[in-house]
């Protein structure tokens, strides 16, 4: 399966366990498609690893965390008053909100293979 806006990178916690990470951070327009994919990744994972979720370390396959940040940015137009000698603030209107997303999905090294495969990633991902 082809992803587009994940991009996991891969590590391995203390006891050896394999973990996924992927941040994608989009604008309003683009956050049903990073949704798609976050429900893709985690479908397959319930389809092919049933009643396996949970964390590894007391008996579990695979577990995953999401979480997601709506941030606003605020411009601001910025002058120099020389008589006064300081800066002049004059806040803008906010913009749309950047979307950012984190998945991570955790597992034993089965679990890890399998998910290297199904997603394309290279051993180093």
């Given at each position: 399966?082809?992803?587009?806006?994940?991009?996991?990178?891969?590590?391995?916690?203390?006891?050896?366990t394999?973990?996924?990470?992927?941040?994608?951070s989009?604008?309003?327009?683009?956050?049903?498609?990073?949704?798609?994919?976050?429900?893709?990744?985690?479908?397959?994972?319930?389809?092919?690893?049933?009643?396996?979720r949970?964390?590894?370390?007391?008996?579990?396959?695979?577990?995953?965390?999401?979480?997601?940040?709506r941030?606003?940015?605020?411009?601001?137009?910025?002058?120099?008053?020389?008589?006064?000698?300081?800066?002049?603030?004059?806040?803008?209107?906010?913009?749309?909100?950047?979307?950012?997303?984190?998945?991570?999905?955790?597992?034993?090294?089965?679990?890890?293979?399998?998910?290297?495969?199904?997603?394309?990633?290279?051993?180093?991902?």
């Amino acid at each position: 399966m082809q992803l587009n806006y994940l991009s996991f990178d891969y590590s391995e916690d203390t006891e050896g366990t394999g973990v996924f990470e992927a941040v994608a951070s989009v604008w309003p327009e683009r956050v049903a498609a990073v949704h798609a994919e976050i429900v893709a990744v985690l479908d397959w994972a319930h389809r092919d690893f049933p009643g396996q979720r949970g964390a590894v370390g007391e008996g579990g396959e695979w577990d995953y965390e999401l979480h997601g940040l709506r941030e606003y940015a605020v411009p601001e137009q910025l002058a120099y008053d020389a008589a006064a000698r300081r800066l002049v603030v004059q806040p803008g209107l906010p913009g749309a909100p950047r979307h950012t997303l984190t998945l991570l999905v955790s597992g034993t090294d089965e679990f890890c293979s399998f998910f290297r495969q199904q997603f394309a990633l290279d051993k180093a991902a």
